[in-house]
């Protein structure tokens, strides 16, 4: 029988696991699974046909322009993005993705909840307070837990997103500590004060994009790809998608994330549920439920997501990359 992590028999170069393990296929003559060096040698000779090799340096500089083409080429795996436009969005999003500089519709992000249940409960915004007070905490807790996408939580989690967000806030300098006496930064008092929230949601999406570790486990499972996140919300174009597609784009695009959550040893089913409870409570709840970017989710086996539409207003990709979203 083939293992999980075994090439497939089916001769498509591929993982069993992401092959033909749920959808069986006539298997083809053996072979051995090809590095990316080989298998793009492969298809530098596959375009050359019967053409000579001739010298190296034309071979060199051939296989150069090759490499160079294929690179700008669009790739299913990363939803219509080339690898070059991939490079761009995963090692420099913020030089790459216009964000703009206030929202007219604000979603709701739980540090926001968080700071207007402080201000309810009568938090001065110019005053220092000490340790936060039960009652706003409580309104606030309250709150997370009404949202559609903690209602399923356990009272532990609701109390993890509500410490997460308030630690958003004060990474992002809004709400500042001086001599274990909390307070509203001077910077933003003005904002807080008129409830620009509009303004400010912006900061908090770029401080919890790449000041903070919202990942599952090991922080450096997610963090990195936040990018391709937020570019499968915009591919959905505001439609119901369904979970199970936002985890199939995910894994196809890094499936080295993947082979890192699941063990080979693992029992099958705890192998089969933890990408898809990494992938939920990682970039579902921690990013963009904590951002409010995920408007709706729904609670059948496979749940639905509605992308928020202030995310077409914060987050502006670069001329040509909508096509990959048709």
Same mark, same amino acid.
């Given at each position: 029988m083939t293992k999980?992590?075994?090439?497939?028999p089916c001769g498509s170069g591929r993982k069993y696991k992401y092959c033909c393990l749920h959808n069986p296929k006539m298997p083809s003559a053996p072979h051995e699974e090809l590095g990316p060096a080989a298998l793009l040698?492969?298809?530098?000779? /596959?375009?050359? +046909?019967?053409?000579?090799?001739?010298s190296i340096e034309k071979l060199n500089e051939e296989l150069g $322009?090759?490499?160079?083409?294929?690179?700008? @080429?669009?790739?299913?795996?990363?939803? +219509?993005?080339?690898?070059? /436009?991939?490079?761009? *969005? @995963?090692?420099?999003f913020f030089g790459t993705v216009h964000v703009a500089d206030r929202v007219?519709?604000?979603?709701? $992000?739980?540090?926001l909840l968080v700071l207007e249940a402080l201000l309810e409960a009568g938090m001065d915004t110019e005053e220092p307070f000490d340790e936060l007070p039960d009652a706003p905490?409580?309104? %606030?807790? /309250?709150?997370?837990a009404s949202t559609?996408?903690? @209602?399923?939580?356990?009272?532990? +989690? @609701?109390?993890?997103?509500?410490?997460? %967000?308030?630690l958003v806030l004060r990474t992002a300098g809004i709400v500042r500590r001086d001599d274990d006496r909390f307070s509203i930064d001077p910077q933003y008092s003005e904002q807080v004060q008129r409830r620009d929230y509009g303004s400010l949601?912006?900061?908090?999406?770029?401080? *919890?994009?790449? /000041?903070?570790?919202?990942?599952?486990?090991?922080p450096a499972v997610f963090e990195p790809f936040f990018g391709f996140t937020l570019f499968q919300l915009h591919h959905a174009q505001g439609a119901d998608t369904p979970l199970s597609t936002f985890l199939q784009q995910f894994y196809d695009a890094f499936p080295m994330v993947f082979d890192d959550l699941v063990d080979d040893e693992e029992d099958d089913t705890i192998a089969e549920l933890l990408p898809i409870v990494a992938y939920f409570i990682s970039v579902v709840v921690n990013?963009? +439920?904590m951002l409010g970017l995920v408007e709706e989710i729904g609670t059948a086996d496979d749940a639905l997501l509605r992308p928020h539409s202030a995310l077409q207003e914060l987050l502006a990709f670069p001329d040509g990359w909508e096509k990959s979203s048709l």
């Amino acid at each position: 029988m083939t293992k999980r992590n075994e090439p497939c028999p089916c001769g498509s170069g591929r993982k069993y696991k992401y092959c033909c393990l749920h959808n069986p296929k006539m298997p083809s003559a053996p072979h051995e699974e090809l590095g990316p060096a080989a298998l793009l040698w492969n298809a530098f000779k /596959e375009a050359k +046909g019967d053409a000579p090799l001739g010298s190296i340096e034309k071979l060199n500089e051939e296989l150069g $322009a090759f490499v160079t083409a294929r690179n700008t @080429q669009p790739l299913d795996d990363f939803l +219509g993005l080339s690898p070059d /436009e991939m490079h761009a *969005l @995963q090692h420099n999003f913020f030089g790459t993705v216009h964000v703009a500089d206030r929202v007219a519709t604000v979603p709701p $992000a739980l540090p926001l909840l968080v700071l207007e249940a402080l201000l309810e409960a009568g938090m001065d915004t110019e005053e220092p307070f000490d340790e936060l007070p039960d009652a706003p905490l409580d309104l %606030a807790l /309250e709150r997370i837990a009404s949202t559609m996408l903690c @209602q399923d939580l356990d009272e532990d +989690g @609701q109390v993890h997103l509500l410490d997460m %967000a308030f630690l958003v806030l004060r990474t992002a300098g809004i709400v500042r500590r001086d001599d274990d006496r909390f307070s509203i930064d001077p910077q933003y008092s003005e904002q807080v004060q008129r409830r620009d929230y509009g303004s400010l949601y912006p900061l908090l999406f770029q401080t *919890l994009s790449e /000041e903070m570790k919202w990942g599952f486990s090991t922080p450096a499972v997610f963090e990195p790809f936040f990018g391709f996140t937020l570019f499968q919300l915009h591919h959905a174009q505001g439609a119901d998608t369904p979970l199970s597609t936002f985890l199939q784009q995910f894994y196809d695009a890094f499936p080295m994330v993947f082979d890192d959550l699941v063990d080979d040893e693992e029992d099958d089913t705890i192998a089969e549920l933890l990408p898809i409870v990494a992938y939920f409570i990682s970039v579902v709840v921690n990013y963009w +439920g904590m951002l409010g970017l995920v408007e709706e989710i729904g609670t059948a086996d496979d749940a639905l997501l509605r992308p928020h539409s202030a995310l077409q207003e914060l987050l502006a990709f670069p001329d040509g990359w909508e096509k990959s979203s048709l």
